[in-house]
Structures are given as structure tokens and as C-alpha cells.
């Protein structure tokens, strides 16, 4: 009985070790909500990567899509694609439509083989990119986020607590980042070392306040420097089994010549 009582503790004490991490989860700040969120995934060689999660009310007020927002219309992927791809994006993903709060929100992802021509597209034109080098060793990422459409979407169910979120994945050492800097009308959040975001409520965003983003990062990307000590490793490890493959060989022709070189036991007698 007592090692049965002794288990049901342990069990309910794992029970609401597991409730208190998901409650601590959900009031993470890394787990919000966004009506409208940008995420720029860059390489150290300027190809870059975007993800972006965004209602369709969203995409017409802030960035004049042309769309049915209607949750009874099908929404039409192959005119969001052509849209994206206007001025030399590629789509590479559009996901099934979601929703939440009432509203229909979708995926779009792209990529682009340099991340200065994204303003090119016209969905991300209210944005100015800059990747140059800053000093030999690192590289200065500069984004600065303009005015938006500002078209009227009609009626929407919005209480002004919804958030816009641009989302910067780097992929090396972080040297310097104002995310910490920003205005009062926006905030900034430091996620897994490597991940920047910059916030800014919907309102603001409508209401065309800029976003001034920036970045230093080191040039040797964090996959290379990871890729390079698993080789140093790996040939460490290689060297270091010849070196005991070796030891034991000599090892062992050594006690086979000793026993050799013994005299016959007629002699020793």
C-alpha cells in the first residue's frame, strides 16, 4: 500500500508539473497572437526566406489586397500567389485557410534569391531592406517598415488589442539589435538567442508608424561553425580510435614475443 500511495504522488505531482509548464506556455510572450505577422528567415549570403500569417482582412486594410473576405467564399490561392509573385518573388508554399476570432487567416511563404529586391514585390513594398557589410567580420541588416495601404476593409469584428509582429531569424552570432530601442508605440521580444521580433499594434501599423528594424551579425553562420566542430570532432574521435587500434596491436605483439622468448619447461626444469 505504501508504495502504491508513493506512486500516486509521484504521478500527481508529474501531473501538475506538466500543468503549470502549459499554463506558463500559454502566458509566454513568445506565444501571442497576431493579426498580421511577417517572418524573415536570412541567410549570411542574402537569400532570405518569408513566412507570413495574416488575416484577409488584414492583407486588404494594410497592404490593399483586392480580396472576398467573406467566410463563406472560397478563397482564391492562385490570385494570392499572383499577387505575391509580382516583381520577382517565388511562392513556394500557400497553406489551407484557419480561422480564428471569426476571421480567416492564411499562410503565405516566398523566398527570394536576394534580400534587398524584396521591396520589389508589391506586398512587402512598404518595407526597405539593406544587407551590407560592417567591418570584415560581420553584416548590417537593416529594415525599415513604412506606411501601409490604409484601405478600408468594411465592417471587422477588431477591439484594438490586435498585434502586427515582424519576426527576424538570423543566422549567426548576434552583435548588435535596437529591439530594445524602439518607440513607445512599439516593443520587442529576444526568442532562442537567434530570433528578433518587433511588435506594434494594428492601429499604429493602419496608422502607418514606421518601424525602423536593425541587426549586426557575425558572417560565419551558426549551421557552418556547427558543421565544421562536428568534422573537428568526428576526425578527433577517427584519430583517437587508430591511435587505441594501434596501441592495442603493438600491445599485443609485444606479449606474443615476450611468450616466444621463453625457454622450453625441459630447460627451466
Not at 7 to 20: D, F, K, N
Not at 106 to 118: A, M, N, P
Request: charge should be positive; aromatic fraction near 10%; proline fraction near 4%.
Amino acid at each position: 500500500m505504501y508504495i502504491i500511495r508513493w506512486m500516486r504522488v509521484r504521478w500527481s505531482a508529474a501531473a501538475l508539473l506538466i500543468a503549470l509548464a502549459f499554463a506558463s506556455a500559454c502566458r509566454s510572450p513568445f506565444a501571442r497572437e497576431y493579426e498580421y505577422e511577417e517572418q524573415l528567415y536570412l541567410s549570411v549570403t542574402g537569400q532570405a526566406r518569408v513566412t507570413i500569417d495574416a488575416s484577409l482582412v488584414s492583407l486588404v486594410a494594410l497592404r490593399g489586397l483586392s480580396i472576398d473576405t467573406s467566410p463563406s467564399t472560397r478563397l482564391d490561392r492562385e490570385q494570392l500567389r499572383g499577387w505575391y509573385e509580382q516583381g520577382g518573388c517565388h511562392v513556394t508554399r500557400i497553406g489551407q485557410p484557419w480561422y480564428r476570432h471569426g476571421r480567416r487567416f492564411v499562410q503565405i511563404q516566398l523566398t527570394v534569391d536576394d534580400v534587398r529586391t524584396l521591396g520589389a514585390c508589391p506586398p512587402l513594398a512598404w518595407s526597405r531592406y539593406a544587407l551590407d557589410p560592417s567591418g570584415e567580420r560581420e553584416l548590417s541588416y537593416v529594415q525599415l517598415v513604412g506606411a501601409s495601404a490604409g484601405t478600408d476593409p468594411g465592417p471587422v469584428n477588431w477591439d484594438g488589442s490586435e498585434l502586427v509582429a515582424f519576426k527576424l531569424h538570423l543566422p549567426s552570432k548576434i552583435t548588435f539589435h535596437n529591439v530594445h530601442s524602439l518607440a513607445d508605440n512599439a516593443t520587442g521580444q529576444i526568442e532562442r538567442g537567434n530570433i528578433l521580433t518587433w511588435e506594434q499594434h494594428l492601429a499604429d501599423r493602419r496608422a502607418g508608424t514606421p518601424v525602423e528594424i536593425r541587426a549586426t551579425i557575425e558572417r560565419e553562420s551558426i549551421l557552418y561553425r556547427t558543421l565544421w566542430l562536428f568534422g573537428a570532432s568526428f576526425f578527433a574521435a577517427v584519430v583517437l580510435l587508430l591511435v587505441i587500434i594501434w596501441w592495442v596491436r603493438v600491445k599485443g605483439k609485444g606479449m606474443m614475443a615476450s611468450r616466444d622468448q621463453k625457454p622450453p619447461a625441459s630447460l627451466m626444469s
